[in-house]
C-alpha cells in the first residue's frame, strides 16, 4: 500500500485508532499506509522509512525551502527530523492504551549539511519504562557517511483515562 499524507485534521487518527494500537502497530501501520501521516515531513522534507521495535529510520533531504540566512540548513530542520525519529522510536515501545509526548530533546550539531545532500536520520531507545521513554539519534549523510548532528530526547508515555 502506498503511503498516505494527511491532508486536513480529519485525515489523522482519532484517539480511537491511535489507543487501539500499540505505538508500534501505529508506526508500522502509518509506514504501511494504512494510517495517514502528517504533513510535517512534507514541509520539512523528510520521511519515516524504516520502522522495528526501538528505532525509527526517517530519510530526508534538506533544500532551499529550509536554508537560514548564511545558505546553510537551518538549526531547526536538525531539531525536527531528530526529534521525529526519536520520538517515532519511543513510540515503538508505548502499549496499547497510552499515548506520549515528547517532554524535551537535544541537538548537537557536528557539521554543517549541505543542502541537497539526503541523509538519514535515526533513533535508537535506550530506556523506556512505564512513564518515561529515552531515546539517541543520529543524522549521517547517505553517501558520505559524516555525522551530521546526534540528539538525544526524554518523552513521557501516558495512560490514557
Known amino acids: ?8 485534521l480529519n485525515d489523522l487518527a482519532d484517539q ?5 494500537r500499540s505505538g508500534l ?3 508500522q501501520d502509518m509506514l504501511a499506509g494504512r494510517i495517514a501521516g ?3 515531513g512534507v514541509t520539512m522534507g523528510f520521511r519515516p522509512i524504516i520502522v522495528e521495535d526501538g528505532c525509527v529510520i526517517f530519510a530526508g533531504t534538506p533544500d532551499f525551502s529550509v536554508a537560514n540566512p548564511m545558505r546553510g540548513v537551518h538549526g531547526g530542520w536538525y531539531g525536527a527530523i ?12 508505548v502499549p496499547r492504551g497510552a499515548y ?3 517532554l524535551e530533546y537535544k541537538v548537537n550539531i557536528t557539521r554543517a549539511i549541505p543542502l541537497e545532500t539526503e541523509v538519514r536520520a535515526t533513533g535508537t531507545v ?8 529515552v531515546a539517541t539519534g543520529e543524522v549521517r549523510g547517505v553517501e558520505d557517511g559524516k555525522l551530521y548532528a546526534t540528539g538525544s530526547t526524554t518523552c513521557m508515555i501516558m495512560a490514557a483515562g
Open 1 to 8: 500500500m502506498a503511503r498516505r499524507i494527511a491532508e486536513n
Open 16 to 20: 480511537d485508532m491511535l489507543l487501539s
Open 25 to 27: 502497530e501505529f508506526m
Open 38 to 40: 502528517p504533513p510535517i
Open 82 to 93: 531528530l526529534d521525529s525519529c526519536m520520538a517515532c522510536a519511543v513510540m515503538t515501545r
Open 100 to 102: 506520549y509526548t515528547t
Open 126 to 133: 535506550s530506556h523506556s519504562g512505564r512513564s518515561t521513554g
